[in-house]
């Protein structure tokens, strides 16, 4: 059997529930409205909001043809705007939903379902962080920014005395900014704490990190934060490595070490034959390429040429799959989708344990059991060279045979069995 850590699983558990948390802890603030049906070019978008994914607003728009709008975008009228050199008074203004209006656009219509709110700026933006926090495609740079940017204008408003302490706080002394701020968000409060240093770091190094490709790598962002000076940071960033653990999606941000004239890891074997001895085989690799294949020896596999986003998994499954934006999360919901019409019927993962990302939360959500190492895996280069990551690892089983699995990886790490919850799907942003 497994290696079971209570305080091990109930710490993981918090941190990939915390974002469907927020939004129902969230919602409680919001202000009721009336609901109703206004022209999309007559509501006003803020300048300076987040810019719009289009691959969001493409899915969205795909969404809502087959099922239509399940959630209206939230507006507040406010006066004093100004709309094509005119100052207008009662203008709907957006608070969330700009991907939604940028879908409905894409299909076509000219009028969106909206909820007015009675809210004034702090509490708009308010609404709209407690929006953005729930969206899977938030980096963690982003995540850490909006949620010091709620801790900043709530304790304004503590201090001001325009919220009341709430009766669910715990007895005692006034909480603080980031504590309050934690259990309204449904966070843990260190959590909250890494998330003010992450948000803290230099315009100069949030941009470097951008470059980089280290926006999404919360551990690398709290590295840099610990340098006072900006030009320390940036250099913890830019010396940072970042390790995958194969050839799987060449690219800029795929690959990144410390300029050692190699991009390409692989999985050591002793991990591919654990692999094996849970599974028996491995039909398909989906995410991998020639080089991978002399330890991996999939009946079937794809390259970044022959792409696996578009082929059937069926059968044994093994992924290790490309650790950039997006790819790892077009990867992990593909296979998703394939053990649940059944083509794949066992399937091992390999990621990093990144609990704070969304597409984390969609393993957890999924996976029958999970072993997070208890070291970090030392990846090899084709010359034979061993790795250094930057943090852990962890597997993540699909399948029948959760018992075999726990048993098989309890060598190299403490498995956990996520309780299931059934969660209701919506549409964000």
Request: with cysteine; glycine share 8%.
């Given at each position: 059997?497994?290696?079971?850590?209570?305080?091990?699983?109930?710490?993981v558990?918090?941190?990939?529930?915390?974002?469907q948390?927020?939004?129902?802890?969230?919602?409680?603030?919001?202000?009721s409205?009336?609901?109703?049906?206004?022209?999309?070019?007559?509501?006003?978008?803020p300048?300076?909001?987040?810019?719009?994914?289009?691959?969001?607003?493409?899915?969205?728009?795909?969404?809502?043809?087959?099922?239509?709008?399940?959630?209206p975008?939230?507006?507040?009228?406010?006066?004093?705007?100004?709309?094509?050199?005119?100052?207008?008074?009662?203008?709907?203004?957006l608070?969330?939903?700009?991907?939604?209006?940028?879908?409905?656009?894409?299909?076509?219509?000219?009028?969106?379902?909206?909820?007015?709110?009675?809210?004034d700026?702090?509490?708009?933006?308010l609404?709209?962080?407690?929006?953005?926090?729930?969206?899977?495609?938030?980096t963690?740079?982003?995540?850490?920014?909006?949620?010091?940017?709620?801790?900043?204008?709530?304790?304004?408003?503590?201090?001001a005395?325009?919220?009341?302490?709430?009766?669910?706080?715990?007895?005692?002394?006034p909480e603080?900014?980031?504590?309050?701020?934690?259990?309204?968000?449904?966070?843990?409060?260190?959590?909250?704490?890494r998330?003010?240093?992450?948000?803290?770091?230099?315009?100069?190094?949030?941009?470097?990190?951008?470059?980089?490709?280290?926006?999404?790598n919360?551990?690398?962002?709290?590295?840099?934060?610990?340098?006072?000076?900006?030009?320390?940071?940036?250099?913890?960033?830019?010396?940072?490595?970042?390790?995958?653990a194969?050839?799987?999606?060449?690219?800029?941000?795929?690959?990144?070490?410390n300029?050692?004239?190699?991009?390409?890891?692989?999985?050591?074997?002793?991990?591919?034959e654990?692999?094996?001895?849970?599974?028996?085989?491995?039909d398909v690799?989906?995410?991998?390429?020639?080089?991978?294949?002399?330890?991996?020896?999939?009946?079937?596999?794809?390259?970044?040429?022959?792409?696996?986003?578009?082929?059937?998994?069926?059968?044994?499954?093994?992924?290790?799959?490309?650790?950039?934006?997006?790819?790892?999360?077009?990867?992990?919901?593909?296979?998703?989708?394939?053990?649940?019409?059944?083509?794949?019927?066992?399937?091992?993962?390999?990621?990093n344990?990144?609990?704070?990302t969304?597409?984390?939360g969609?393993?957890?959500?999924?996976?029958?059991?999970?072993?997070?190492?208890?070291?970090?895996?030392?990846?090899?280069?084709?010359?034979?060279?061993?790795?250094?990551?930057?943090?852990?690892?962890?597997?993540c089983?699909?399948?029948?045979k959760?018992?075999?699995?726990?048993?098989?990886?309890?060598?190299?790490?403490?498995?956990?069995?996520?309780?299931?919850?059934?969660?209701?799907?919506?549409?964000?942003?």
């Open positions: 059997m497994s290696q079971v850590d209570t305080r091990f699983i109930d710490d558990r918090e941190e990939v529930r915390a974002e948390r927020q939004k129902r802890d969230a919602a409680q603030n919001y202000r409205g009336k609901i109703s049906d206004l022209l999309i070019d007559h509501i006003h978008v300048v300076g909001r987040r810019a719009v994914d289009g691959s969001r607003a493409e899915e969205l728009a795909k969404s809502i043809s087959e099922v239509g709008l399940l959630s975008v939230i507006v507040a009228r406010r006066d004093g705007i100004e709309v094509d050199g005119d100052i207008l008074d009662n203008v709907p203004v608070v969330a939903g700009a991907h939604r209006i940028e879908a409905m656009k894409a299909l076509g219509h000219t009028f969106i379902r909206c909820q007015e709110i009675d809210a700026e702090i509490d708009a933006e609404i709209e962080i407690s929006e953005n926090l729930h969206r899977a495609e938030l963690a740079l982003q995540r850490s920014e909006q949620i010091a940017r709620w801790i900043e204008l709530t304790t304004a408003r503590r201090e005395g325009e919220i009341s302490r709430q009766p669910d706080a715990k007895p005692g002394r603080g900014g980031v504590r309050a701020a934690a259990r309204e968000l449904g966070l843990s409060e260190p959590d909250a704490r998330a003010v240093k992450v948000a803290g770091l230099s315009a100069e190094a949030k941009a470097a990190a951008v470059d980089a490709g280290l926006d999404n919360r551990t690398a962002l709290l590295a840099a934060a610990k340098e006072p000076e900006p030009e320390k940071q940036v250099a913890v960033l830019v010396g940072r490595t970042i390790v995958a194969n050839e799987n999606a060449p690219g800029p941000n795929t690959y990144r070490t300029f050692t004239g190699d991009n390409e890891w692989y999985t050591p074997a002793r991990y591919i654990l692999a094996r001895k849970v599974m028996g085989s491995i690799d989906p995410a991998s390429n020639d080089h991978a294949q002399k330890t991996v020896r999939a009946e079937t596999y794809y390259t970044a040429e022959t792409n696996g986003l578009d082929k059937d998994w069926r059968g044994k499954v093994w992924m290790n799959p490309p650790y950039s934006q997006p790819e790892i999360v077009h990867f992990i919901d593909k296979l998703v989708e394939e053990y649940q019409s059944g083509r794949c019927t066992e399937a091992i993962v390999l990621t344990n990144s609990t704070d969304g597409w984390f969609t393993l957890f959500e999924h996976a029958v059991a999970i072993c997070f190492t208890t070291g970090r895996i030392r990846f090899e280069s084709p010359k034979g060279e061993k790795a250094a990551p930057v943090m852990g690892q962890a597997f089983y699909f399948g029948t959760p018992e075999r699995f726990a048993e098989v990886f309890a060598e190299i790490g403490n498995v956990v069995m996520p309780a299931r919850q059934t969660q209701a799907a919506g549409q964000a942003a």
